[in-house]
Nanobody, 125 residues
Framework: QLQLEESGGGLVQPGGSLTLSCTGS????????AAWFRQAPGKEREGVSA????????GYADSVKDRFTISRDNAKNIVYLQMNDLKPGDTGVYYC??????????????????WGQGTQVTVSS
């Protein structure tokens, strides 16, 4: 069974950058689409970005386009989320997810079968 573990969260000032990592036990098999979601206190989980199993296509939420970049290194079993120009509205718990379906655009939670435990990102001065 695919197991996912996020890392790289923390506290950052507005305008700063963070890179999140998601280690997936079976990413090297090249079978799983991966995605990042986030959830702020009192809000629903939001799809942030997704990438196909071999990294050929990506999708982003409008709120993060041109600021966030998703990438993957299957040989290392890792998916990354590079986050630049962070804003207070980016605060939340960020979750990595994996599945086998990629319809394009920002990810939808129902398309993903495996989830990590999440990592906290706080953007504050």
């Amino acid at each position: 069974q695919l197991q996912l573990e996020e890392s790289g969260g923390g506290l950052v000032q507005p305008g700063g950058s963070l890179t999140l990592s998601c280690t997936g036990s079976l990413f090297a098999a090249g079978l799983y689409t991966a995605a990042w979601f986030r959830q702020a206190p009192g809000k629903e989980r939001e799809g942030v970005s997704a990438i196909t199993s071999m990294g050929s296509s990506t999708g982003y939420a409008d709120s993060v386009k041109d600021r966030f970049t998703i990438s993957r290194d299957n040989a290392k079993n890792i998916v990354y989320l590079q986050m630049n120009d962070l804003k207070p509205g980016d605060t939340g718990v960020y979750y990595c997810a994996a599945g086998t379906f990629f319809p394009g655009g920002p990810p939808t939670a129902g398309d993903y079968d495996y989830w990590g435990q999440g990592t906290q990102v706080t953007v504050s001065s």
